[in-house]
């Protein structure tokens, strides 16, 4: 799937009876409904477990042929009505809309709506009708069946708010759309990078990647005006989920999440709270004239807060070949892809890089002995995700087992809880040596820049130490010097290291002063 594809591929008037919806008065602005059937979120669970015992079976095929004559650019002709959007004149704050299926989302997913019942709640399934749907009177989606189901769903902004300055009807800061991908904007109101539901043997040599899809959606009624609940079923060949999602829209999105997996197969690469984005090139390393943009990236590197409090800052690398790291923790406090850099004059384009949200995942519970693992894939261009970070717990992921996990998304502009350290803002690299002599063969030069934090008190006179470390190989030409930008606390660590062969090594750095810490610690894997 491209990505930019995801981008671009963009109620009912309802009426509060006891905190539920009548299904009449839904029905008379246009949603067409299914009979009423008892809804829990334990008996969710119990159904994502007695799926798991059964063999994969895929949705019901649609009409291929129709599905493939929705192109990108009929798909984009396509647009629900917002008259018809769910909950478009309440309970709560937030109209739903749908995406409509096409070549690239052809997994139909049914929708449902909750309406609250004597013991809990009562579902009715919102049926698809092309009525929902604006759509040129030649569109191939006219020849779908009635019932064909939709590829997604997204939450508009707050219809309460003003529409002269945010209208809900062209706004939204949610949306669940491909297999088990969704995302939702920042705190600078942009998409970005995505998350997933689970990620599933990726970038195992000899298997294929699944991608388990999202196949039903559960809306309860909301009770206020900040804050959605959404329940989920997912099913792949290698398992089955329950999933609820607690959605609140403030200045940031954050989402609290209760996922229960269970295994029909044994999974080599079990990925939990899985992020995905884009990253082609930084200040880092650009090929020459690749692009006329300075930088390219949805994300620029991976933050670890571990179990043990340490801070760790991996710059994001857009590699030769597929790349798989593991960052071994116990119990972590915390990761997350961030965009760091938020220097228009960095990037030069109008999609608004300098904008695209970071996205932390906070464990919520003891998540145990496991890795943060990092995957990625070289990419030659912008319309691909081909960074994946995610969870791996250390227990093999067999079949029959399960996992029951809670953890909170924060959708912001930067890290929630920001470390009191300096943090690593850029990492540039060149060839090693003096300028102006002829250069040693295979030394890689490093130029690495922090800022903040305690490099902010340092004393007139004092310079930091630059602590490093690796496996093998050897540095050299070591300094550390205020950047000369007149910037308080901006201070960057130079070195050269030689690698001592062809093998991947990994560098370790932070900064010091005598026995205190000033810095994260930055990591970079250099593939010689």
Known sequence: MQRRTFIAAGSASAALTSLGLSEQALAQAGLRLGPARPFSAAALVEQARSLASRPFAAAANLPKDVLERIDYDAHGKIRFNPEVALFKDGPGAFPVTFFHLGRFFQTPVQMHVLEKAASGFDAREILYSPSYFDMPADSPARQLPQGAGFAGFRFQESRLGDPAKLPWQRNDWVAFLGASY?????????????????????????RDEEFPAFTRFWFEPPTGNDTVVVHALLDGPSLTGAYRFVMKRDRAVVMDIEAHLFLRKDVARLGLAPLTSMYWYSETTKPTAIDWRPEVHDS????????????????????????????VDKTPR???????????????????????PSLWVEPL?????????????????????????????????TAGSRVDLRYRLHWTDREPYPTPLAQCVAT????GGVPGQPRPAGVRKFMVEFLGGPLDKLPFGVKPEAVLSAARGSFSYVFTEAVPNNVPGHWRAQFDFTPQDNEPVDLRLYLKNGDQTLSETWLYQLRP
Request: proline residues 5%.
């Open 300 to 327: 620029d590197g991976l933050a670890i807060w571990t179990g043990a409090g340490e801070r760790l800052w991996r710059p994001l690398l857009n590699p030769a070949a597929t790349v798989a790291s593991a960052f």
């Open 182 to 206: 969704f995302r939702a904007i920042g705190e600078l109101y942009q998409y970005g990078l995505s998350a997933r539901g689970v990620l599933v043997d990726a970038a195992v040599p000899g």
């Open 365 to 397: 519970g003891d998540w145990g002995e496991g890795s943060v693992q990092l995957i990625e894939i070289p990419t030659d261009d912008e319309i691909h995700d081909n960074t994946v970070a995610a969870w791996v717990p250390k227990a093999p992921a």
């Open 334 to 356: 915390g990761f997350g892809l961030l965009q760091r850099d938020r220097n228009f004059d960095h990037y030069q384009d109008g999609v608004a890089y300098d904008r695209r």
């Open 428 to 431: 540039r690299l060149g060839r």
